[in-house]
């Protein structure tokens, strides 16, 4: 597993936590051999994407952009794709929700690292699979509300 972390928004902290999170969901998805990027941006650049690309011309908290549709397999390495994490948004809601910046900014990472694996939650059944793999591994990384 290989990904980058671009703090294009300047957010200092130790994400040492995230590389525990990233482990056991591409684990728990028996992903192997894998690339990614995580980018943290600010409102305005989130907005722009997501105006772009999901024509929605609102703030986000998180957006991935998937590279694969199926299995693409190149040299036994997945190409999964962009993270964008939207840091503005990810402390507002960590404080509305009432746990720290840390938990937040791990869920948005699980989650939008499932959603490059093919995960999603417009029907209900499939945002309680996706929403229960978020759990499961937040608590076993001991990152609890």
């Known amino acids: 597993m290989e990904y980058t972390i671009n703090n294009l928004y300047g957010y200092q902290e130790d994400f040492s ?3 525990k999170v990233i482990k056991k969901t591409l684990k728990l998805e028996k992903v192997r051999h ?3 990027s995580i980018t943290f941006v600010g409102e305005e650049e989130i907005k722009k994407l997501n105006k772009e690309y999901r024509n929605r011309d609102c703030v986000t908290d998180v957006i991935s952009f998937a590279f694969e549709d199926a299995s693409f ?3 036994k390495l997945r190409v999964l794709g962009d993270i964008y ?8 809601q960590a404080k509305s929700y009432g746990h720290s910046s840390k938990r937040e900014l791990a869920f948005l990472t699980v989650h939008g690292l499932l959603h490059l694996l093919g995960y999603d939650h417009i029907k209900k059944e499939e945002e309680a699979i996706m929403f229960a793999k978020q759990e499961l ?5 001991n990152i609890k509300r």
């Open 85 to 92: 994490i939207c840091i503005p948004r990810m402390l507002e």
């Open 137 to 141: 591994i937040l608590n076993g990384a």
């Open 34 to 36: 894998a690339v990614f």
């Open 17 to 19: 936590y995230l590389n």
């Open 73 to 75: 397999l190149h040299s």
